[in-house]
């Protein structure tokens, strides 16, 4: 996944506190006050999805146990989460992000890379076109964005958080090093928080402690993945390319957590919203899909995929969902925390073509008209709230 990005320019949009931006527009009472996404207070279980940043001031983050949340900010606005609409605004975005350039990488529901290389006779400089793409998305969506601009990825996805909310930071092409030398070790992204323990604990407790130590030093200690990562991640990681496993004739979705899941039912729970945007983007474009993948990163950065091609073609989310599993249960160790899930559908078609029919359906194609049905009519009207039960409860 190497390639030359001398000449790249890499846009990094990050979606602020979606999900709880997403309520606070749709519900004008919420609007300055703490709203945090996962559950309702004495839902077992249940963990934090999305905090506001009103919520973030006294602590909270996702991936926290709700409960505590309750502890920290008891008058906060607590929702379970529409994550269908959520998907429905984050795909109107995507779709203005392909209005800039044709090459979109979208990571996760509220963060996308866009290669804006070539495009300064259609935008203009970087901070021109990135300020053209905020200002479209405020006045379709109503909701801010922050932009990280740099040659390359890794950095421009750094920089996206460098001064959120409504941020823009552009890293000129040849400051990428310098700019990473310049970060506090806790914005090393993609060092959780068992590495940065790790780091700490024999000495390196800065950016520039790590720069300092050679590459086979980093690897004796944390293994060739980490090893490699640490000491390519604070020299800018200049050529890694992003989501270069998707082909063309795929669509895939992914999610990076702020914390890693360890408990079984956030982990169900995120790949479950996966399933649902993922579904949502194939009856957008009219595809299906017979061979899913699905990707786990874990907190060491190992990252492993599993793929599968079945007879039948993905007919809904719940088949979708149902097929993750088994894949995701196949390859997960049960116990090493994820920082990262994702899903792809890959060699995608056209559902105009004819498919054999399967002889035994057991209400498939019913429940995937139906559901089809429901995406059409809430494309429509947006102010319609179906969703599945599971994304409602914890």
């Given amino acids: 996944m190497n390639a030359d990005s ?14 709880a931006s997403v309520e606070q527009r749709d519900h004008p009472e919420y609007k300055g006050k703490p709203v945090i996404i996962g559950g309702l207070p004495g839902d077992r279980r249940a963990v934090v999805s999305t905090a506001s940043y009103e919520a973030r001031k006294y602590g909270v983050h996702s991936a926290m146990p709700l409960s505590k949340a309750v502890e920290l900010c008891p008058q906060a606005v607590f929702i379970r989460g ?12 995507m779709s203005i992000f392909s209005n800039f350039s044709p090459v979109v990488i979208q990571m996760s529901i509220d963060e996308a890379f866009i290669d804006m290389t070539g495009t300064e006779k259609l935008f203009g400089p970087a901070e021109s076109a990135a300020l053209k793409i905020k200002k ?28 959120k909310p409504d941020g823009l930071t552009i890293i000129p092409p040849g ?12 914005k090393l992204w993609g060092a959780g928080s068992k590495t940065q323990a790790h780091l700490k604990e024999i000495g390196l407790t800065t950016i520039r402690d790590i720069h300092s130590k050679s590459l086979n030093l980093l690897i004796s200690i944390f293994g ?25 004739h795929s669509i895939s ?24 945007n993922l579904m949502w983007r194939l009856h957008k474009e009219n595809l299906r899909s ?8 874990y907190e060491d950065f190992t990252t492993i995929s599993v793929q599968e091609s079945f007879t039948n073609p993905v007919s809904s ?9 088994y894949l995701f249960n196949k390859k997960y160790d049960g116990s090493s925390g994820i920082r990262l899930l994702g899903i792809c559908a890959c060699n995608t078609e056209s559902r105009d073509l004819p498919v054999q029919q399967n002889l035994f359906d057991f209400g498939e194609e019913k429940k995937a008209r139906l559901e089809k049905a429901i995406y059409n009519l809430e494309e429509k009207n947006p102010s319609l709230k179906v969703r599945k039960a599971r994304l409602l409860s914890d």
Wanted: charged share 25%.
């Fill in 290 to 297: 017979r061979t899913i993948m699905v990707k786990i990163r």
């Fill in 82 to 93: 529409n994550y269908k609409r959520y998907s429905e605004i984050s795909h109107r975005i």
């Fill in 253 to 276: 979705t992914e999610s990076t957590f702020e914390f890693d899941l360890t408990d079984r039912n956030s982990i169900e729970k995120a790949l479950m919203e996966l399933c649902w």
């Fill in 6 to 19: 001398s000449n790249k320019t890499y846009f990094h949009v990050d979606l602020d506190a979606f999900f």
């Fill in 224 to 248: 060739q993945s980490a090893g490699s990562f640490l000491y390519n991640a604070v020299r800018g990681n200049k050529d890694y390319i992003f989501g270069t496993e998707a082909k063309s």
């Fill in 175 to 186: 400051d990428e090093e310098k700019f990473m030398l310049s970060l506090p070790l806790d």
């Fill in 136 to 163: 479209e998305i405020l006045e379709q969506t109503g909701l801010t964005v922050s932009i990280g601009v740099s040659s390359s990825m890794y950095v421009a996805k750094i920089a996206s958080g460098y001064k």
């Fill in 317 to 325: 989310s719940d088949d979708l969902y149902e097929k993750t599993m």
